[in-house]
């Protein structure tokens, strides 16, 4: 069966747009352009969108979409199982937040009694949920769902003891920036060597996979979002431009 462009958008859930663009980046061509200039889309092309439409639910860039899609030993049937397999970890993952936001709220209405675990379970939910909604979108814009979930499923995997060095790295971070603002310390000197390392190290708590380029990218978006600033410059302002600065020359 062929589907013309508005067919196979109405069929995927996809704009018109979309299909025209990934057509001029090569990422999906019709199958056959007819004389009058109009795409026609068939079997082999309908399952390459649907190999792309779910590469692209769990965060994957065009770019490496096209490499894989376009290997000679791309395999649909191993790339299926593995999304299945992703799918199944989120759903996991949702089922989890769903029951722990349940009991909070049964705990709350004077239903039931939570345990410490419980209440620290739903503390780690809530921190998730706020983050979302602070900066959720913009992040999963940035670096894509599959990072993102990573990082809120090892948030929701810290134990308190993991919880409570996440948190005391962060607040030493913010004591050693102060510390080497308010001493005219250069970013490219020890100070911010030793800061750039801390930071990387509380990353690491909850990055899916660390990158020098991911890590400058970030600690630019501290000067660039003033929100960020804000909480950086809480106490002594520059701490934030003083971060970004050390990161851009000691991340590598």
Known sequence: MEYSIGELAKLAGITTRTLRYYDRIGLLKPGAVRETGYRRYGEREVDLLQQILFYRSLGVELAEIARMINADNFDRLHALRGHLSALHARQAKTARLIETVKKTIASIEGGTKMADQEKFEAFKARVVRENEQAYGAEARQKYGDADMDASNAKL???????????????????????????SHEPPEGDAGQRITALHKSWLGMTWRAYSAEAHRGLAEGYVADERFTAYYDQNVKGCAAFLRDAVAYWAK
């Open 156 to 182: 929701l995997a810290m134990t308190e003891a993991d919880y409570e060095r996440f948190q005391t790295l962060g607040a030493e971070i913010l004591r050693r920036l102060e510390q080497a603002v308010q």
